[in-house]
């Protein structure tokens, strides 16, 4: 049933966790609290679902896989939404603070009391998709205006999603590390505030900010799960979820956290390589992955000070695993639900079954039948087009 996954060519690099305290530091309790009071209370706030994929789990032999469902997240198809919209919110503040010369309230924000002030400020970043739609979804809600930078390969049908939340779009022919390069020089130049979810020397409040919106997560699964998994397998682009999702769970359950598996795309490994270096390496991506939120060649130095003592495994996965993962999600074994999974979203997913179908990552991971895996699935079908041609078999 798995045969794809059996023979599919995986590196690993088991990375002995260096004991510190990044977990409390890069984002603390109270970063992780007041991104979840604040999130929370915005219209249109749900937990996304937690599915328990019993059927699955069974047939590798393991106890569980638990799959956290960010498909239906603010409607707008992914865990980015918050992110990038409430750091955005917090760059608004802090800049009325100064200009204005008080406290500004991200509430009043919120409410309009300060409209023609935010209507005057301009937020831009880079993105391959997700997080520059939630900006452009915070923009539009809070009255700023947006930019967003795109790489020549992000898809037409991701880009018109920004449009359509009110974002001026450019087109940037490069790679996606050269639109992060491009709008931190159009933003100099036009007195335009970025807001990453990467960060780089001299900048990482907001990619902080992003970091603890995305704990909203760690919450709502610590919420439904009595005791913690044993592990976690988390995709990387730059670094921010899979080092929000170490740091949350850890504050949580302290030395009881599930052990963390970070996957990326062999096309796209920087955290992978990172680790093998033992520090922050950047590679150049060549070919584009399919999994195009992944798509990042350089990692966020903020993310990985916590995944260099958080993270114990770094895998990756080819492009081959990308569309049956998919359809193993959609189409799933048993009496498993059935789950809308983008292509950015599998790679833990298909990380997991793929792992524990090869006797010796089944071994070195420690996944056995007492194995109670986390998976993140980042996004639902974020791009339908693409979604539709990869299920067609
Ligand atoms: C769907 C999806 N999953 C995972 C990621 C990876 O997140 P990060 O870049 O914070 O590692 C992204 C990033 O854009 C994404 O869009």
Redesign the pocket.
């Known amino acids: 049933m798995f045969t794809e996954f059996a023979k599919a060519g995986m590196a690993h690099v088991h990375a002995a966790p260096l004991n510190g305290d990044a977990h409390l530091s890069v984002i603390s309790r109270d970063d992780f609290t007041e991104a979840y009071d604040e999130i929370t209370s915005w219209q249109g706030y749900a937990p996304t679902p937690l599915y328990h994929l019993s059927d699955l789990a069974g047939a590798l032999g393991l106890q569980d896989i638990i799959y956290k469902d960010?498909g239906p997240r603010f409607g707008l198809g992914?865990?980015?939404a918050l992110?990038g919209a409430y750091a955005g919110l917090l760059v608004l503040a802090r800049e009325l603070s100064a200009r204005l010369g008080k406290d500004v309230d991200p509430n009043d924000i919120r409410a309009g009391l300060y409209r023609d002030d935010v209507a005057r400020i301009t937020l831009v970043s880079a993105?391959?998709?997700?997080?520059g739609r939630s900006l452009a979804w915070g923009a539009q809600n809070f009255g700023a205006a947006c930019q967003i930078y795109i790489h020549r390969d992000v898809s037409e049908g991701r880009a018109q999603a920004m449009r359509d939340l009110g974002a001026e779009v450019t087109r940037v022919d490069g790679d996606y590390d050269a639109s992060v390069d491009q709008v931190r020089r159009d933003a100099d130049a036009n007195g335009w505030f970025v807001v990453s979810?990467?960060s780089w020397e001299g900048y990482t409040q907001p990619p902080r900010d992003?970091?603890a919106g995305?704990g909203v997560m760690a919450v709502e699964i610590t919420e439904k799960l009595d005791k913690p998994p044993t592990h976690i397998f988390?995709?990387?682009?730059?670094?921010?979820?899979?080092?929000?999702m170490a740091a949350g769970l850890r504050q949580y359950w302290g030395k009881e956290t599930p052990r963390v598996v970070v996957v990326e795309p062999e096309l796209a490994a920087c955290?992978f390589a990172s680790a093998r270096q033992g520090a922050l390496t950047n590679v150049a991506i060549g070919e584009e992955t399919l999994?195009?939120?992944?798509s990042?060649g350089e990692p966020?130095p903020l993310?990985w000070k916590v995944l260099r003592e958080e993270a114990q495994d770094f895998l990756t996965i080819p492009e081959s695993l990308v569309a049956p993962a998919m359809r193993l999600a959609g189409r799933p074994v048993g009496s498993d639900p059935s789950i809308r999974a983008?292509?950015?979203?599998i790679?833990g997913f298909a990380a997991v079954i793929a792992a524990a179908s090869q006797a010796k990552l089944r071994e070195d991971l420690g996944l056995g039948p007492q194995a109670k895996v986390l998976v993140?699935g980042?996004?639902g079908a974020?791009d339908p087009e693409i979604y539709n041609r990869l299920m067609e078999i």
Request: overall charge negative.
């Open positions: 960010e992914s865990f980015k992110g993105t391959d998709g997700n997080h979810d990467t992003v970091m995305y988390v995709q990387g682009g730059v670094g921010g979820l899979a080092a929000a955290l999994m195009a939120g992944l990042c966020s993310a983008g292509e950015s979203a790679a993140i980042s996004e974020t």
